[in-house]
DNA sequence: GCGATACAGGACTGTACTGTACGATTTCTA
DNA sequence: TAGAAATCGTACAGTACAGTCCTGTATCGC
């Protein structure tokens, strides 16, 4: 099984890569098998030795996008790292996809546990990420391991997705500093609403 | 017009409500005018009667669940009221109602214009009280006119907002006290990003 | 080149939903 | 109680979509 057929792998993207296109520009209520037939070019029967039904094609539409975060360089420290990696959230945040498509999986996937699924291995790959970054700072004595890490990552992604989903406030670098500041005097002067 | 038809209201309230739960248990695409027919016994005629299309249905039960929030006490510091207001919004967040419809609004904004003015209009009275908290921040001295006031409020509120979508962590009070509480050391501890 | 396989292009069935129409019935107001 | 108005119940046309099936054609690996 070296090589796969080409007319396989070609079919395979230029579907998805079709159907992403319309869950951005006009949500997943637009995505059915005839827009993605009118659109790409694909035949209708084409689809279906590809995906079994048409909630499959949305699944592997979801799973094709979903961005891909990057373990930190273990040189850098704490604070660096965790730079790093929220400029990398607000890069995907900011990028026209995954800004429509985060909502979308949001909403669905209460109702859908095959995207709920999705989205689980995607907080499984970030929880992973995190917990790294959090075993660098208690190394480096800035909290012990009482901290809620799963609290603390909310404290500091939540602004920066909240902000790609309103709108209100554009969605920067600066911003992704602004929250890690705010982390980091907070851990300095500890809660006094505890 | 001193009173109206107590049916016009009833059938409105019965439907509006049947609606509701079943975009909250089901999602959007669940709302179709037979399953509020079977759900709720009013008739299919009479549904048509007060409202022309399913999506102006969809629109007005958005509105009617959208959560009004509230002004705090004027004696309260810019501290405490921003508190009280951050508590309210999290049990708005923890409601189940708002909880699964907030992600569906947010996610079909972007392509129906008719939901994303029932959004401004939320983010507008949301928007009046913020500015009048930060008006009392700015009375007490802890900030200047030149705070971003709408940053400010993505730090302070995306946390939250993030917790009740993804379910990571348990959207609590004390979750916005720790919201709250960095953004206050934040304000002692000037931002060394910039 | 040749057999195997993927693809194109339809036609077709079944279903679910929207929105309309209309007579019969209940419920309000005066 | 009588008239007005809302509601019920149902039938109906039109449309959009999912999923199946079949035939002919293009493209791959060998």
Known sequence: MGTTDPRIARTRATV?????????EQGTAALTVDAVVARSGVARSTIYRHWPTRD???????EHCVPSLVTPSPELGFE???????HAVVDHLADAKWNRMLPALMALKAYEPTLARVEER??????????DLFARGEREGMFGPELDRSRAMTLLVGPLVFAALSGETPITPELADASLSNFL??????????
């Open 56 to 62: 499959d094609l949305l699944v592997d539409v979801f």
């Open 80 to 86: 660096a790292a965790m730079r790093q990696f929220l």
């Open 185 to 194: 005097a907070g851990l300095s002067r500890p809660d006094p609403a505890r």
């Open 122 to 131: 995607m907080e499984e790959r970030q929880g992973s990420i995190s917990a």
């Open 16 to 24: 998805l890569d079709t159907a992403a296109a319309i869950v951005v």
